[in-house]
């Protein structure tokens, strides 16, 4: 099976920074690759899928990137409505559709 | 709006089952695939099992195989999760999800908690 990793697992940074989360696959998965947000005590919520596209109503200081093995979540300008853990996630290709361990975003 | 609400989660001891059903309004529900994702308490997401729009083929994570299964029923909008052989480490939240194989899981239920303890 294919393993997902992710770095750092947890990050502190300031209102403003640009915060960049990697994720790696074990095995290529071309660009299935998507990245959720999970707030405390909320439903993970879809962000960006096919690596980079970004979901329908999230805001554009979101970005990812990558393809094959490596990825990258990006915020341009960290806000505090961002403060959540983010997990990817490897889909389609053969199963298990396999999640990261997870990154948590705080505010400095 | 797309919804899905998840149900059926309840506090079961080691070795029983469970059937967990979610009831999905607002899309064409035959269109998609369909998964089940869990959360451990204080955990990350662990994907669990998924289902074809057709319900022809149906795939788990290897720690339920054998011990769960998936099932659909188009005409009702509902998914379902037959647990067995119940374990302290399936404890978590359930959650139900829309899934594509172009996007991933764009919707989320609320989820339903099972718990398992003697």
């Known amino acids: 099976d294919i393993q997902m990793t992710q770095s750092p697992s947890s990050l502190s940074a300031s209102v403003g920074d640009r915060v960049t989360i990697t994720c790696r696959a074990s095995?290529?998965?071309?660009?299935?690759l998507a990245w959720y947000q999970q707030k405390s005590g909320k439903i993970p919520k879809l962000l960006i899928y096919?690596?980079?596209t970004l979901q329908s109503g999230v805001p554009s200081r979101f970005s990812g990137s990558g393809s094959g093995t490596d990825f990258s979540l990006t915020i341009s300008s960290l806000q505090p409505e961002d403060v959540a853990t983010y997990y990817c996630?490897?889909?389609?290709?053969?199963?298990?559709?396999?999640f990261g361990p997870g990154t948590k975003v705080e505010i400095k | 709006d797309v919804q899905l609400v998840e149900s059926g989660g309840s506090l079961v001891q080691p070795g029983e089952s469970l059937r967990l059903s979610c009831a999905a309004s607002?899309?064409?529900?035959?269109?998609?695939?369909m998964s089940w994702v869990r959360q451990a308490p204080g955990k990350g997401l662990e994907w669990v099992a998924n289902?074809?729009?057709?319900?022809?083929?149906?795939y788990f994570v290897d720690s339920v195989k054998g011990r769960f299964t998936i099932s659909r029923d188009n005409a009702k909008k509902s998914l379902y999760l037959q647990l067995h052989s119940l374990r302290a480490e399936d404890t978590a939240i359930y959650y139900c999800?829309?899934?594509?194989?172009?996007?991933?899981?764009?919707?989320w239920g609320q989820g339903t908690l099972v718990t398992v303890s003697s």
């Open positions: 095995q290529g998965i071309t660009n299935y």
């Open positions: 096919a690596a980079s």
């Open positions: 999800a829309r899934g594509s194989l172009t996007k991933g899981h764009d919707y």
């Open positions: 996630q490897k889909y389609n290709g053969a199963p298990p559709w396999t």
């Open positions: 289902i074809k729009q057709d319900g022809s083929a149906t």
């Open positions: 607002g899309f064409s529900f035959s269109d998609y695939w």
